[in-house]
C-alpha cells in the first residue's frame, strides 16, 4: 500500500482562507479544521509582569489536517511554510504523522484511492 | 503488547446519536467527540457561481474518535459504513492510527486492559 | 532522527489549569488545547434510569495534545497522572502516539530542534 501521511498545521487563525487556498492550488482538497487554544515554546518566557510571575498564556489557533498520498508531504510543507511564514513567533508548527489506513463511507474505497478526486 | 489503534470518523453531525448507539452494540463505548469543519473532495468541483469562481466551503462536521483494542478495526469500521452510508457526497470519511500506548488515571491500567470495562 | 512522540490527555476540563502549571515545570511548554466531548468506559453502565435504558452521556472534556522529544515520555504521564488523580471515574485518559516530524514555521527547524526552546 501506498504511504498515507497526515500533515497537522497550527497556525493563525486569521491564515486560513489563504492557507486553504494554497493546498487547493497544490491538489490538497480534503482538509478538516478545529479550533484550538495552544501555546509554543515563545521563547521560554515564563514571564514576569510587575512582578507577577506568569506562565505563557493559551492563544487562539487553528488545526488544519490534511491526509495526503499523491501530492507529496515535502509540497505541503514547503506551500504551507509560504503562505505562513511572517518570521515572528507563532507562526505555527507542523505534525507529520504516518496513518495505516483510509476509507471514503460513499463507496467504500480504501487506501490511496480513498483520497483521490473520484466519482 | 496487543495493537492498540484508532478509528477516526469524520461524518455529518446529525448522525451522531446513531452512530454511538451502533458502536455501543458492539461494545465500543469510550470515545471523543469534536465539533469541527471540513471539506472532502466534493468530487474536485472547484465551482462557478454565476461567473465567480470558488473553492470549496467548509461544513460543519464532526469528529468521533475511539482508540481500540479488543475489539476488531474491520467491525468497527462496517458498523460506521452501515450507520453512515447514504451514497451521497459527504457521507463522511474514516481514518485508521496505530497508538503506542494508553493509561487509564484512575487506576493506571497502561495498555489493552487500559481500555476494558474494568472497575 | 530522534524519537518525537505526542502525549495526548483527555480530563476534566477545571483540572487545565494545574495540568499546564505542572507540565511546564518539568519542560513542557508547547501544547494545544481542545475543548471536546467524550465517554469513556464508565464501568461499562448501559443504565437504567426510572426504568427507562440509557446509553453513557458525553460529557464535556478537554484534550490536551503536546508534543514531545527531550523530556521523557514517562515524566510527562507521571506527572499528568499526579495532577488528575482523584481515583473517581472520569479521572481521564492518556494516548501515545510516534510522530513522523515536526516543523517550525518562524524559522524551517525540523525534527528535534523544532521543539526546543531557541531564539
Ligand atoms: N510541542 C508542541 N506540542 C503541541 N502543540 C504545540 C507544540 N508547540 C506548538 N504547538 C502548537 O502550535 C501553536 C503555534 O506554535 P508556535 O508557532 O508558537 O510555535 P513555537 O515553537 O513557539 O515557535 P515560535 O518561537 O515561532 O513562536 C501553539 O499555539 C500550539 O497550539
Ligand atoms: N484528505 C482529507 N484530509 C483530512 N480530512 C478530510 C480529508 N477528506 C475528507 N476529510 C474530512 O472528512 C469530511 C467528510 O469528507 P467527505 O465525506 O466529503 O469525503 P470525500 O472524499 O469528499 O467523499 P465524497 O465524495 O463522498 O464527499 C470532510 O468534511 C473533512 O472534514
Ligand atoms: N477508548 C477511548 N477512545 C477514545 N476516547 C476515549 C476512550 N476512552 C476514554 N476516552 C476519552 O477520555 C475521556 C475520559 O475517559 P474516562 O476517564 O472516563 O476513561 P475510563 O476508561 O472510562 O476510566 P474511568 O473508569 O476512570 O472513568 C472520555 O470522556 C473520552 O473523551
Ligand atoms: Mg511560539
Ligand atoms: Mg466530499
Ligand atoms: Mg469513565
Given at each position: ?5 497526515k500533515?497537522e ?35 521560554g518566557?515564563t ?37 505562513l ?24 474505497d ?9 466519482p
Open positions: 500500500m501506498d504511504k498515507i501521511t500533515v498545521i497550527i497556525t493563525r487563525p486569521n491564515k486560513f482562507e489563504e492557507l486553504k487556498d494554497a493546498l487547493n492550488k497544490i491538489g490538497v482538497m480534503g482538509m478538516t479544521v478545529t479550533n484550538v487554544m495552544g501555546c509554543g515554546v515563545q521563547k518566557q514571564g514576569n509582569y510587575r512582578g507577577v510571575a506568569y506562565t505563557p498564556e493559551l492563544l487562539p489557533k487553528i488545526k488544519v489536517e490534511t491526509v495526503i498520498c499523491e501530492v507529496p508531504v515535502e509540497l505541503v510543507v514547503e506551500t504551507a511554510k509560504k503562505v511564514y511572517t518570521g515572528k513567533i507563532g507562526d505555527g508548527k507542523i505534525f507529520i504523522y504516518e496513518i495505516a489506513n483510509v476509507v471514503r463511507i460513499r463507496n467504500g480504501e487506501g490511496k484511492v480513498a483520497l483521490n478526486n473520484q
